[in-house]
């Protein structure tokens, strides 16, 4: 069910190989077994999980170079956006930033047969920066803002409906709506450089 309903949500968005949509699937399960145990999504029903988690993840993976980038996904809980990053794009090298432990935990269980995948159980302001990109979903501005400058210029959010006055220190792109539901973008933005004179 899941692997049909993640290619019929897709199409005419993005084509996946019958490889990247069993690395997917793989994922879901693990999520759902782990989901008994600790709260990774408060989504239940296969259909909002397929659409929230997976497509918009896949939606902001196909926007990112096809070149290998080095990604830093902030606050990646479940892994999203980043594990399906790293499936589409496994030329990148994917950072997860999660400060909770046990979704930690499942973050090095999930990723364990991706190599280009390494887990990072720190908050975001507490890491090195350098990265081409920055990736983050269903986390509030504000809380990683301060990170969001110092680690890369390059910045993908997955959100809800904002303004662009309300994130400051980049420069961004008029937000793409996203094809599943109401009132869900994808914001691209560069860091602003100042110029001196």
């Given at each position: 069910?899941?692997?049909e309903?993640?290619?019929?949500?897709?199409?005419?968005?993005?084509?996946?190989?019958g490889?990247?949509?069993?690395?997917?699937?793989?994922?879901?399960?693990?999520?759902?077994?782990?989901?008994?145990?600790?709260?990774?999504?408060?989504?239940?029903r296969?259909?909002?999980?397929?659409?929230?988690?997976?497509?918009e993840?896949?939606f902001a993976?196909?926007?990112?170079?096809?070149?290998?980038?080095?990604?830093?996904?902030?606050?990646?809980?479940?892994?999203?956006?980043?594990?399906?990053?790293?499936?589409?794009?496994?030329?990148?090298?994917?950072?997860?930033?999660?400060?909770?432990?046990?979704?930690?935990?499942?973050?090095?269980?999930?990723?364990?047969e991706?190599?280009?995948?390494?887990?990072?159980?720190?908050?975001?302001e507490?890491?090195?920066?350098?990265?081409?990109?920055?990736?983050?979903?269903?986390?509030?501005?504000?809380?990683?803002?301060?990170?969001?400058?110092?680690?890369?210029?390059?910045?993908?959010?997955?959100?809800?409906?904002?303004?662009?006055?309300?994130?400051?220190?980049?420069?961004?792109?008029?937000p793409?709506a996203?094809?599943?539901?109401?009132?869900?973008?994808?914001?691209?933005g560069?860091?602003?450089?100042?110029?001196?004179?």
């Amino acid at each position: 069910m899941f692997a049909e309903l993640l290619r019929s949500k897709l199409e005419r968005v993005c084509e996946l190989t019958g490889e990247q949509v069993v690395r997917l699937e793989q994922h879901y399960d693990l999520l759902v077994r782990w989901n008994r145990v600790i709260n990774l999504t408060s989504l239940r029903r296969v259909e909002q999980i397929v659409e929230r988690h997976y497509c918009e993840s896949v939606f902001a993976a196909c926007q990112l170079p096809l070149a290998g980038v080095s990604v830093a996904d902030i606050g990646s809980g479940a892994g999203f956006p980043g594990i399906p990053i790293a499936i589409l794009r496994p030329q990148s090298f994917i950072t997860l930033v999660e400060s909770h432990r046990r979704k930690a935990a499942f973050l090095r269980e999930a990723s364990r047969e991706l190599p280009n995948v390494r887990v990072i159980a720190k908050r975001a302001e507490e890491i090195g920066g350098g990265f081409d990109w920055v990736v983050s979903r269903a986390v509030r501005y504000s809380e990683i803002a301060f990170a969001l400058s110092r680690l890369g210029r390059n910045i993908e959010l997955l959100t809800g409906e904002v303004s662009a006055s309300s994130m400051p220190g980049f420069e961004w792109q008029a937000p793409i709506a996203l094809p599943w539901g109401e009132h869900r973008y994808l914001w691209i933005g560069h860091a602003v450089v100042s110029r001196e004179t």
